[in-house]
């Protein structure tokens, strides 16, 4: 009714664990979407399966017309349980090197996104604290950074690749470079943020001890960033693997899953696209859970954490 | 929040005057030194170049103590040094073979121009407009020098360029592509992104505006929400050409998805955001839940749903570019894109990339005017 | 508008004068709060009758009910036990017919909303039309003396000046009950000195019936016909002090000798219901 002290009092229904009653929503949310995807596959499959029973002049009962909707070699909606089936099969059942496995195809994505990632935030980072540091160069440089959010960078992609492909350089190396070039500027704007977020009273204070530019940052500024620092880690690593991802179509890589995403609309497998996706998103959910998990690990141990 | 650093920190003086001098040394030293490594060209030789070699290497030597004018001479001295670099590329004995002689002067007047923009970005300033004045000057100065470079290094080092073009052909490539590009602005910006842009965007407000009514719908709706944004939403143009067709409609519709998430989420902030007083104080009104709606949370919330449209405006350029990667009709800077690079003419590509960048400041630019006109109450606005 | 009455405000007066309902009729009237750390009896066997017209101070240290009182009051909470009745109806019916206005400790001025347009929030809510919003507008800007300040903004103005335009607000669709919960406490002593001389006056002219919670005694002496001093854990009504000061008073009566003995009052009241060595 109103802002009274028990607002927040979940109601504590009888049996329920605790962990299961505060994801309740979200789990019921996720069931509705689940079955809402069903549905969405036997209404948008229906047409075809219909044509192809009709075609093949066989009878056909509404039960079978179902089942065939959610069994079709390409389905314009494929069922949850397809994709899940196709991701199971091309993962496990295929040696590690082989151009048929899915997870061959997903690591040699995550090398470059996890190679892209480190390079990118390494150089965010020190940009980032030159930037605070010299002021020539947060009067010149920042506002292009701050630019640079403003622009499709993912455009240049197709000429990393081409040039570097051109002077021979293939493979793992343009991806990363396009990575680390796209995860770079949100962690050097993050970092600025953060750099400079401690308070005036705190850089006051400082200036009363006599601290030099060195102590300053060891002691105030950088603990200062570190919300900041994996605030912006988390954003870089997604659009890390965006980057290794465009990276592959250019040229029409022949490894990787924005490779996979190109044969599979290119020979019209539907269910592999799908895979191929799940997996990219199980990538990227991975990562950012690693980054947050390892987030919430240092602010522990400042003694920051909430 | 006016700068971000506390201005103690930067090139430190001596070091400023010392490196000033040094420039204008190298300037001179240039004389010497051979310009070309094929042919025998010498700058004594043009007597205009001469004059102004030796005018630049005045200016620096005069720009070196800190003084009110340094800014402004060095700024002539990098002027002079850009010019004579310049017109030496253009014969042909220079470019593409370019020797000593040539590149030191390129460093000293690249020494001078990190010097100058120094002493400009330590000059005080007498009140706000000047300041703006001033703050502007330095990115534009520090952008146009890097082309400058880029030109310099490209037509000097003789990169082909099939590689990677100069700046001034790519420049003549775009003057003379403008109805090419028109088209592709159109197919791409106009239909795919504009479209894309208001259905997500319209339907994540939507959304957002129902699951802020059912509490439930909410805490199910906004952690899904925040996971599908750290998704490569991208990757679904694929299937969207596949439902859609292989015309702007599939990329509007990525475009759409990637709008929606954004300003799903940041609505939904905006939304909780009025404080226990302000709903008691409605309540106390016997407001119905409609007028709460729209005259406390909505209006309350409008920061939050601008944020998300900035943020919306480069993912949707983004989308629709990418989304052409994976195949579209003849028009489209992403479908050109991808077919310059394949040809290798690489100056189409940048031209088409220099179309999207300023098609991607001007949408985010647009939507900050009206973020500017719409919410000019909110404390941001008042540093 | 019912001419000012200087009414004593306990039953028996209130059935005498002409089958005018009390304003505020509240028996046995207990909140308890669950919060994790556990049970809040946040007031416990209320009894309090309020007569129209009077000026009531709700004092007493944090936590003794008094915000709550007065939330119960507004229908902002619910007891959970006892009955309220509010002009002879429940704090519901009072509430949906906008029989009062809540002025809160912060002015809550909606920042995306000139001054005049958030006094006329209230009206747009109730559906006034627009002649008559800007009529009233006016109107109630004068009373509190903010006109010429209808196009600023809340930031623009200062803490006293947002309180006033809120003021205004609460005022501006005529409620007969006003319920003020600490609405100076963030303003230096000099405004707020200003800002009670100014409520005082406006009391005056209007007419309405106040209740104003209030943690300083002067001005609780100051501005009231009655005063409850509270206490809290549970929240229980200590004392009910009146006042009988001329309703033309300045702010020289806080000198006086009889203003001491009731400050007096209120302060033995204080200290019996609450003690600091808890």
Redesign the interface.
């Known amino acids: 009714m109103?802002?009274s002290a028990d607002a927040l009092a979940l109601p504590q229904a009888v049996g329920w664990p605790t962990w299961l009653i505060k994801r309740a929503?979200?789990?019921?949310?996720?069931s509705i979407l689940i079955v809402l995807w069903y549905l969405a596959a036997i209404l948008m499959n229906a047409p075809m399966v219909r044509d192809a029973f009709e075609r093949a002049e066989t009878q056909y009962a509404v039960s079978d017309l179902i089942a065939g909707t959610l069994d079709s070699e390409r389905p314009?909606v494929p069922a949850p349980h397809q994709v899940m089936a196709q991701l199971i099969d091309s993962v496990f059942n295929y040696p590690l090197d082989s151009p048929r496995s899915l997870a061959y195809h997903a690591w040699v994505t995550l090398s470059a996104t996890v190679a892209g990632f480190a390079l990118g935030a390494i150089f965010g980072i020190l940009l980032a604290v030159l930037?605070?540091?010299?002021?020539?160069l947060?009067?010149?440089?920042?506002?292009?950074v701050i630019?640079s959010?403003?622009?499709?960078i993912?455009?240049?992609a197709?000429?990393v690749?081409?040039?570097l492909g051109?002077?021979g350089i293939r493979g793992l190396l343009p991806k990363s470079i396009i990575s680390a070039y796209l995860c770079f500027f949100p962690v050097t704007i993050g970092m600025?943020k953060g750099l400079?977020s401690p308070d005036p009273i705190q850089?006051d204070l400082m200036r009363t001890w006599s601290a030099n530019?060195l102590q300053i940052f060891w002691k105030l500024r950088w603990p200062s960033s570190v919300p900041f620092l994996f605030a912006s880690l988390?954003v870089a690593v997604?659009i890390s693997?965006?980057g290794a991802?465009?990276g592959e179509?250019?040229t029409g890589a022949q490894a990787g899953?924005?490779a996979r995403?190109?044969t599979?609309?290119y020979y019209?497998q539907?269910v592999q696209?799908?895979a191929?996706?799940v997996a990219?998103?199980i990538i990227?959910?991975s990562l950012?859970a690693l980054i947050d998990v390892a987030g919430k690990w240092t602010e522990r141990q400042m003694g920051t954490a909430t | 929040?006016d700068?971000?650093?506390?201005?103690?920190?930067?090139?430190t003086a001596r070091a400023q005057v010392i490196g000033f001098w040094l420039a204008a040394l190298g300037l001179l030293a240039a004389l010497a030194l051979p310009l070309s490594t094929e042919a025998d060209a010498a700058l004594t030789a043009n007597s205009r170049l001469l004059a102004a070699v030796f005018a630049g290497a005045c200016m620096f030597a005069a720009a070196a103590p800190a003084s009110v004018l340094s800014a402004a001479l060095g700024f002539i001295g990098v002027l002079l040094g850009c010019a004579v670099t310049l017109i030496l590329l253009d014969d042909d004995a220079v470019a593409g073979s370019a020797g000593w002689g040539f590149w030191v002067l390129t460093l000293a007047t690249w020494l001078g121009a990190?010097l100058t923009?120094?002493r400009l970005?330590?000059l005080p300033t007498a009140d706000n407009a000047t300041r703006w004045l001033r703050?502007l000057a330095?990115?534009i100065?520090?952008?146009a020098f890097l082309v400058y470079l880029w030109e310099v290094a490209v037509r000097g080092f003789g990169v082909s360029p099939?590689?990677?073009p100069a700046p001034s052909a790519t420049a003549k490539r775009l003057v003379e592509s403008l109805p090419t590009l028109g088209e592709d602005f159109i197919q791409t910006f106009v239909r795919s992104v504009l479209s894309g842009y208001v259905i997500g965007c319209s339907a994540g407000l939507f959304v957002a505006v129902i699951a802020h009514r059912f509490d439930?719908?909410?805490?199910?709706?906004l952690?899904?929400g925040n996971?599908v944004?750290?998704?490569?939403i991208?990757?679904?143009?694929?299937?969207m050409?596949?439902?859609f067709g292989f015309d702007w409609q599939s990329k509007a519709a990525v475009v759409a998805v990637m709008c929606f998430f954004p300003m799903l989420v940041n609505t939904l902030a905006g939304l909780a955001v009025a404080?226990?007083?302000?709903?008691?104080?409605?309540?106390?009104?016997?407001?119905r839940p409609g007028?709460t709606l729209f005259?406390?949370h909505l209006?309350?919330a409008?920061p939050f749903i601008f944020n998300a449209l900035k943020i919306n405006?480069?993912l949707a350029?983004?989308g629709a570019?990418?989304a052409e990667?994976?195949?579209t009709p003849l028009q489209g800077?992403?479908f050109r894109?991808?077919i310059e690079?394949?040809r290798?003419s690489?100056d189409m590509?940048?031209a088409?990339?220099a179309l999207?960048?300023v098609a991607?400041?001007a949408?985010?630019?647009i939507v900050a005017l009206a973020e500017r006109a719409a919410?000019s109450?909110?404390?941001s606005y008042?540093t | 508008m019912r001419p000012p009455e200087h009414a004593r405000g306990d039953a028996e007066t209130a059935a005498g004068s002409a089958q005018r309902a009390l304003t505020v009729d509240a028996r046995g009237v207990s909140l308890t709060f669950h919060t994790r750390d556990g049970e809040v009896q946040a007031l416990s066997n209320v009894d309090l009758q309020i007569g129209e017209g009077e000026f009531v101070s709700f004092i007493g240290p944090s936590g003794c009910g008094k915000t709550t009182l007065l939330r119960v009051i507004?229908?902002?909470e619910r007891p959970t036990a006892g009955t309220i009745l509010v002009n002879g109806i429940t704090p519901e019916d009072a509430?949906?017919?906008?029989h009062?206005?809540?002025i809160?400790?912060?002015p809550?001025l909606?920042?995306?909303?000139t001054v005049e347009r958030n006094v006329a929030?209230?009206l747009?809510?109730?559906g006034f039309g627009t002649e008559e919003r800007r009529k009233r507008v006016e109107r109630y800007l004068k009373l509190v003396n903010l006109s010429g300040f209808e196009r600023k903004?809340p930031?623009q103005l200062s803490g006293g000046m947002q309180q006033r335009a809120s003021i205004a607000r609460a005022l501006s669709f005529d409620p007969e009950l006003l319920l003020m919960d600490e609405p100076f406490g963030a303003l230096d002593e000099i405004v707020r000195d200003h800002l009670n001389e100014q409520l005082l006056r406006l009391w005056d002219q209007t007419g309405k019936t106040v209740l104003f919670v209030t943690h300083s005694i002067p001005e609780a002496v100051f501005l009231s016909t009655k005063i409850v001093v509270m206490s809290p854990r549970p929240g229980r009504i200590i004392d009910i002090v009146s006042c009988d000061f001329p309703r033309e008073r300045t702010l020289e009566i806080r000198e006086t000798a009889e203003f001491m003995k009731v400050a007096q009052r209120v302060r033995s009241g204080l200290r019996s219901g609450h003690s600091y060595d808890e």
């Open positions: 109103t802002s929503p979200v789990l019921v949310v996720v314009i930037i605070v540091h010299v002021r020539t947060e009067k010149s440089l920042l506002p292009w630019c959010q403003m622009v499709p993912l455009a240049i197709p000429i690749i081409v040039v051109a002077i600025v400079t850089l530019a988390k997604t693997l965006v991802i465009v179509l250019p899953i924005g995403l190109l599979g609309s019209g539907t696209i799908w191929a996706l990219a998103s990227a959910a950012v | 929040m700068r971000a650093t506390d201005g103690d920190g930067d090139v990190i923009l120094a970005a330590a703050d330095i990115p100065a520090f952008g099939v590689l990677m439930f719908l909410k805490r199910g709706l952690p899904l996971f944004s750290a998704l490569p991208v990757g679904i143009a694929p299937i050409v596949m439902w404080g226990p007083i302000e709903r008691d104080l409605m309540r106390s009104y016997g407001a007028q005259k406390l209006p309350a409008l405006s480069t350029l983004i570019i990418v990667f994976f195949g800077i992403g894109i991808s690079v394949a290798m690489l590509v940048w088409e990339i999207a960048a991607g400041m949408f985010y630019g919410t109450w909110h404390p008042r | 507004a229908d902002l509430r949906l017919q906008r009062y206005g809540y809160f400790q912060a809550a909606y920042p995306w909303r929030l209230p747009e809510i109730m903004f930031w």
